[in-house]
């Protein structure tokens, strides 16, 4: 419990003013519909940041400059989420460019071009640009990034395929999804395409790979033995559990829920189980892996803990994987209700 108490009194506090400065500087942005929706992505997605900053607990002491990177990068994937999702716009080739920004995010050899080129709304003041920058800034002074900087951008490149093929037309998302699927299904035998799919909707794997990167003894062998951990199990029952929560939401709303094409509840909860159970082996071969099945258990405990559980009569499944991770994951259980009762997450 000490990295749950570390992070509740020095990384939250530290997101919350990150988050704050660029609160500050959405008021700078002239286009109305652009500024709404990254003021929205900040207001109602902050969990996220705040989930994904505990990585700057992942190298034992607490590194400030990590919080920086990962909020501005989860910011982007915020923002763009929304632009791709809820502004009126389906296009694909709009999406792409749009993304352009978090690749330019992590390859500072990347030319920067204009973002809304093809989008049909402009002129944020700088607002993307700028954590764009963050970014950059940061990753340069990492000590070992050359080793980390291939399977940065290859997940990276997973994460923006997925944005551009979701979002696009409802009757073009699954025929897309399939079809890039069997192009990666060789990697990755035993997945079905909506659990791949999930798998790279994730940041984790990138945080922690950047997590990583602070360490100037950072060996190869590392590298790989966390991007396997992580990719695809630990992102994938992140990215699962996001949508098992939202089953009835996105039913009512009409949007892609990954978990409605498991043929039943059952298999659902046994799928998510076994992610689970993959995601608890594989991090427990990691270097510094208390705090990686700290991080597997702390999915549960936010996910699990959300009032949708009880709405929608999941907590069956919800005490199967809280057996299955033990009692210190309940206990982060009731720690993530109380945050939640008091507004902290």
Not at 119 to 131: C, E, I, K, V
Not at 320 to 330: K, P
């Amino acid at each position: 419990m000490a990295i749950i108490s570390r992070f509740v009194t020095m990384v939250l506090p530290d997101v919350d003013r990150e988050l704050a400065q660029w609160q500050a500087r959405i008021r700078g942005c002239p286009q109305t519909e652009l500024a709404r929706q990254a003021a929205s992505s900040i207001r109602l997605k902050r969990f996220h940041a705040q989930g994904g900053s505990v990585f700057a607990l992942a190298a034992g002491g607490y590194r400030r400059d990590l919080v920086r990177l990962i909020v501005a990068l989860q910011s982007i994937s915020d923002y763009l989420d929304n632009l791709c999702d809820r502004a009126g716009c389906q296009d694909r080739h709009a999406f792409r460019m749009l993304h352009e920004a978090f690749l330019c995010a992590i390859d500072d050899q990347r030319s920067v071009p204009d973002f809304y080129e093809r989008y049909p709304f402009a002129g944020d003041g700088g607002y993307l640009r700028s954590l764009v920058e963050v970014c950059r800034g940061v990753t340069a002074n990492l000590p070992a990034y050359r080793l980390v900087r291939e399977d940065v951008l290859r997940l990276a490149g997973l994460y923006c395929d997925l944005q551009v093929y979701k979002h696009t037309e409802l009757w073009a998302r699954e025929p897309l999804l399939t079809s890039w699927f069997n192009r990666h299904r060789g990697r990755h035998p035993g997945l079905d395409w909506w659990e791949f799919a999930a798998a790279t909707g994730s940041t984790l794997g990138i945080f922690g790979l950047l997590a990583a990167a602070m360490r100037p003894e950072l060996e190869r062998r590392e590298v790989d033995a966390l991007v396997q951990a992580y990719f695809p199990y630990v992102c994938g029952l992140h990215i699962l559990l996001d949508y098992f929560i939202d089953q009835e939401e996105d039913r009512l709303g009409g949007d892609l829920n990954f978990c409605s094409y498991y043929r039943d509840p059952e298999r659902c909860g046994r799928r998510l189980q076994h992610f689970l159970a993959e995601s608890m082996e594989r991090v427990s071969k990691l270097e510094r892996p208390v705090f990686h099945r700290t991080v597997v258990k702390g999915l549960l405990a936010l996910y699990l803990s959300d009032p949708k559980v009880r709405r929608q009569g999941l907590e069956p499944v919800s005490e199967m994987l809280f057996s299955y991770a033990g009692t210190d994951a309940r206990l982060m259980h009731r720690v993530c209700r109380g945050m939640r009762r008091i507004g902290l997450i």
